[in-house]
């Protein structure tokens, strides 16, 4: 009879392959340890950027190696560090976090900013806090504009892009500005592409979404800031 132990689980976790997204972007399936949520990868000539901590084990260090390991792990909120420590020592990669969540990783060495930070030519970070206090989202300029938005944005049940308030939100209001902010710092020209930091089952197969900035356009931010927790 086949084992139903935790390890036998991560053996299966690890015969799941990162899918290619757009010319250079992998998505990880999601990690059990940070509650489901899906890391992802960029390929680049000058760093390689690893979004979120996939689950970690022989298949997926593999992986990593083979492209040419990981310069920066960037985490976008305290939920998703997941094996951050275990990743960076085995990789030499340097962690990358929002300044107020930076206190949850000691003991590792850990780079932090406040608002933004660019890391190469083609990427920054963006400080879009509501969902905790250090929510943070990537921008990549390739493939005509991608922003990795943790749990920032997500899929709902019926497929659509949202800010979802739950109990834990750290702040509602803080959120829906941050949508704010993307809004103004980005145009349908500069925002092609969005992928969600979890819920990525609610695509249907997609895996991201196109039409980035026209979704966040259509959101209804003076109706959502009513919104009450779950």
């Not at 930091?197 to 959502?224: H, P, V």
Request: proline share 6%.
């Amino acid at each position: 009879m086949p084992s139903q132990n935790p390890s036998s689980n991560q053996s299966a976790t690890a015969l799941k392959t990162p899918r290619k997204f757009l010319n250079n972007i992998f998505a990880f399936p999601p990690n059990r340890d940070t509650l489901g949520a899906t890391a992802y990868f960029i390929v680049e000539n000058d760093a390689n950027l690893l979004i979120d901590c996939p689950a970690w084990n022989d298949s997926n260090e593999k992986f990593l190696r083979e492209r040419g390991g990981v310069t920066w792990l960037f985490l976008t909120h305290r939920g998703s560090i997941g094996k951050a420590k275990e990743i960076s020592q085995a990789l030499g990669c340097q962690v990358l976090i929002q300044e107020q969540e930076a206190y949850l990783l000691p003991g590792l060495e850990v780079t932090s900013f406040t608002k933004e930070l660019t890391l190469t030519s083609n990427a920054k970070v963006i400080w879009t806090p509501g969902h905790s206090p250090g929510s943070s989202c990537l921008y990549y300029k390739g493939d005509g504009g991608v922003l990795f938005s943790g749990r920032h944005l997500l899929p709902n049940p019926q497929g659509e892009l949202m800010p979802l308030r739950g109990s834990k939100t750290f702040h509602w209001q803080r959120q829906i500005n941050s949508i704010q902010l993307l809004l103004a710092s980005f145009t349908p020209a500069t925002l092609s592409y969005l992928c969600p930091g979890a819920n990525t089952g609610f695509l249907r197969g997609k895996g991201i979404f196109d039409r980035a900035y026209e979704r966040l356009s259509q959101l209804n931010l003076d109706e959502l800031r009513q919104v009450e927790a779950s």
